[in-house]
């Protein structure tokens, strides 16, 4: 399966220590997600869509495990969406 990078805006909290946590992020058509939970954060390359270096966070979306990622060099956000 294909997959293409979905860049998105992100409502971000950031705590005294610089620790960054996604509240929630808006999809390309105006669709706002909350973030239920960050499951885990670390860098890593995105599964589908290239090699940069990005930054992953595993989150909960709705009850569902999503992957959300932001770009180091740019610190754009950006999700994997499978093209059908």
Same mark, same amino acid.
């Given at each position: 399966?294909? &997959? $293409? #990078?979905? &860049? +998105? /805006?992100?409502? !971000? #909290?950031?705590d005294r220590e610089g620790?960054?946590?996604? !509240?929630?992020f808006e999809w390309e058509d105006g669709r706002? %997600? /909350?973030v239920d939970r960050v499951l885990s954060q670390g860098m890593a390359p995105a599964r589908h869509v290239g090699a940069i270096l990005t930054k992953r966070f595993d989150i909960k979306?709705?009850?569902a495990e999503r992957? !959300? &990622?932001v770009e180091t060099r740019t610190n754009r956000w %950006? +999700? $994997?969406k499978p093209l059908v």
């Open positions: 399966m294909d &997959y $293409e #990078k979905v &860049y +998105v /805006a992100v409502t !971000l #909290k950031v620790n960054v946590r996604p !509240l929630s706002v %997600f /909350a979306v709705s009850g992957e !959300l &990622y %950006f +999700v $994997e």
